[in-house]
């Protein structure tokens, strides 16, 4: 996003002359207009970078030109150039929105200088406009969450209401109801959301290494800590911290969190300063917490302490009115990851989702969208295109009954005729089920058209008629 296209607009004819040449000499592609108007026209055509204006030209007001830029191009830089050095244009100038400005007569190396700051300027915008694009798109995480049902209403409610407090949230709900997704809606949807959100796995990281990883440790603190390690606690500083699997969580490890959260303070292994943290805590786990406690293997007070606000996420088979639309965004999603226009469910497809339990809840049914869409040569996806769902099902599967096959393929073709400009769907579906029939019963005899017609159970006379009429080739003899 630098600066490429100057336009430059001055009565004088030898200022022009200057400018333009030393632009063009930099490589810029540089646009002269001898007034007001001019420029105008210019700019209606053209996007412009870079503005050069004189602020006394024939026709029209320097400082009009600059408002109108303003207005119409606001992307476009403008200085501004005046022959008086008063302070009154300088500030008018700005004031209207110049981006800078020169005064008659000026020397080329301050023009370069405001152009070298502008180009910074112009790099800068652009990186502002992505990172802004960057903001959205996390934001649109919030959004994200899939789900009208009741339930889901429900967790919404809870949601609104804490996102902005820093109570500490509990995540309870099985495999793939979106627990991880949750935690990040509250941090996003929080005032911690320029801060960073750090999250922690619990189960994927060996008991003894997880309280480093927490709270870090000094250089020296053990063989082996030849370095100063900040953990999760002291990166989440501020923002969130995502303790996923608490119930993976080790007893003394739970009794040393428990006291980090009610002090609000932590101390780095190894070190003896206590440090303050503001951290707010979302944890998760698709245990059944309160059975932990029960069997002494989560502490209870540390299990009041997390479990402020419980948020207990359905699991899918408990929202099946959610099903249709969550299977409509993760196509929408595939189809635009695998650059595909035309994809769809059949009803039967739809059917097979509502009806199927969903042990792995929307994870399950995003993997198997996903699968689908690359795996299927056809445009509509049916019930055979997910075989994994299928098990134990009368669907047809994949290498079952020939009519269960045909069905599929038939379904496919048929979705993508217009019905309503045929006249003899049923004769042509049935020639291209005729024809490779005969055929094959044809090689298997060698072309032996009367044991053919024994075979198929059918006249040798409408075998003959046959054969011609579906201009099927007969060969004689062979082995
Ligand atoms: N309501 C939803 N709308 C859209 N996508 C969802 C929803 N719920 C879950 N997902 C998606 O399903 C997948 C699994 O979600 P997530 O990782 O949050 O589940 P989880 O409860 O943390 O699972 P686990 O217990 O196995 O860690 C993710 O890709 C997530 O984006
Ligand atoms: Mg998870």
Same mark, same amino acid.
């Given at each position: 996003m630098a600066i490429q296209h100057i336009l430059v607009a001055d009565d004088e004819?030898?200022?022009?002359?200057v400018l333009s040449k030393a632009l063009k000499k930099q490589g810029f592609n540089v646009d002269l207009a001898e007034d007001g108007s001019q420029a105008k026209r210019l700019a209606q055509k053209h996007?412009? +970078? &870079?503005?050069? %204006?004189?602020i006394k030209m024939p026709g029209i007001q320097g400082l009009d030109l600059l408002k109108q830029f303003r207005t119409d191009y606001p992307e476009t830089l403008i200085v501004i150039m005046t022959a008086e050095a008063t302070m009154e244009h300088a500030v008018a100038a700005m004031k209207n929105g110049a981006y800078d400005y020169l005064t008659k007569p000026f020397d080329l190396t301050a023009l370069d200088a405001i152009i070298l700051k502008a180009e910074k300027a112009a790099e800068l915008t652009g990186k502002i406009d992505h990172l802004k694009e960057e903001l959205q798109d996390h934001y649109s995480f919030g959004r994200s969450i899939i789900g009208n049902s009741p339930p889901m209403q429900d967790i919404y409610k809870i949601l609104g209401r804490v996102a902005d407090? +820093?109570? =500490?949230? %509990?995540v309870t709900g099985e495999s793939g109801t979106g627990k991880e997704l949750i935690a990040r809606a509250i941090h996003v949807n929080s005032q911690r959301l320029v801060k960073p959100l750090i999250a922690l796995n619990c189960a994927a990281i060996p008991h003894e290494l997880l309280e480093t990883e927490l709270f870090g440790h000094e250089r020296g603190a053990f063989t082996g800590a030849t370095e100063r390690k900040i953990g999760k606690f002291e990166q989440a500083d501020g923002g969130t911290l995502f303790l996923d699997e608490i119930g993976d969580m080790p007893l003394e490890l739970q009794a040393k969190l428990l006291r980090v959260l009610q002090e609000k303070e932590i101390t780095r292994t190894g070190g003896n300063q206590a440090l303050r943290v503001d951290v707010r805590i979302v944890a998760a786990t698709n245990q059944e917490i309160t059975s932990l406690v029960q069997e002494k293997r989560f502490r209870e007070d540390l299990y009041y302490r997390l479990n402020v606000v419980p948020i207990k996420l359905p699991a899918l088979r408990e929202r099946r009115d959610d099903i249709p639309i969550l299977a409509d965004f993760f196509l929408q999603k595939s189809k635009r990851d695998l650059g595909i226009d035309a994809m769809e469910y059949s009803p039967e497809t739809l059917d097979l989702f509502k009806s199927y339990n969903w042990p792995g809840n929307v994870r399950e049914l995003e993997n198997s969208i996903k699968r689908a869409t690359l795996l299927s040569p056809n445009q509509v996806l049916t019930p055979i295109d997910f075989p994994e769902l299928l098990e134990g099902k009368q669907y047809p599967h994949q290498d079952e009954s020939l009519e269960a096959l045909v069905a599929h393929k038939l379904e496919n073709s048929l979705a993508q005729m217009n019905l309503q400009e045929m006249d003899n769907l049923y004769e042509m579906v049935l020639h291209q089920i005729e024809r490779p029939l005969i055929n094959i019963v044809l090689q298997k005899t060698h072309g032996n058209q009367i044991k053919t017609a024994e075979i198929l159970?059918?006249?040798?006379? =409408? &075998?003959?008629?046959?054969i011609k009429i579906l201009e099927i080739e007969v060969k004689r003899g062979g082995r």
């Open positions: 004819e030898s200022i022009r002359w996007h412009y +970078d &870079l503005a050069i %204006l004189d407090s +820093d109570v =500490t949230i %509990l159970g059918i006249n040798r006379n =409408t &075998l003959r008629k046959k």
